[in-house]
């Protein structure tokens, strides 16, 4: 059976970092970054980990809130989606995540968009 994308990934360990990339990619975008600024970034980076972690087929380790109450109220708009998912990009590239790999994490990004933008 083919491996999930949370083992392809390289499992827990290596979603951690990924995640951890992730956010500080974010805290230094001049695009995104004043976003996080009140923010608890370990705890942020913990939530970021558990959501990919169970997102693409590991253990149900996600206890956060759902992605539309997540960001509600931040009017978020199409050119700061497209920003971060930029910034998970490089961290994957970071990562050695391959190109197959990277293709489904961004369609799984895309697909959420509607639950993120202009909330
Ligand atoms: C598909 C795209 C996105 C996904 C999957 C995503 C996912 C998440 C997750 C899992 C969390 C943690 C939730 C928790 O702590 O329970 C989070 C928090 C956050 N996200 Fe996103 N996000 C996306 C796009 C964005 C964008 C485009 C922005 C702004 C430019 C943004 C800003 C934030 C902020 C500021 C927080 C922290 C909220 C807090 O202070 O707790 N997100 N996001």
Known sequence: MEQS?????????????IAN?????????????????NTDLPATKKAAAEFIITGTGG??????????ATH????????ELLSAMSDVMDALDKNGVDQREK?????????MKDEILFG
């Open 5 to 17: 994308l949370y083992e392809r990934l390289g499992g827990s360990e290596k979603i951690i970092q």
């Open 21 to 37: 990339d992730v956010v500080d990619n974010h805290v230094a975008n001049p695009r995104i970054g004043k976003r996080f600024a």
């Open 59 to 68: 253990p149900e380790v996600y206890t956060g809130k759902d992605m539309r």
């Open 72 to 79: 509600a109220g931040m009017n978020i708009n199409e050119a």
């Open 103 to 111: 293709e489904e994490v961004l369609f799984i990004l895309f697909s």
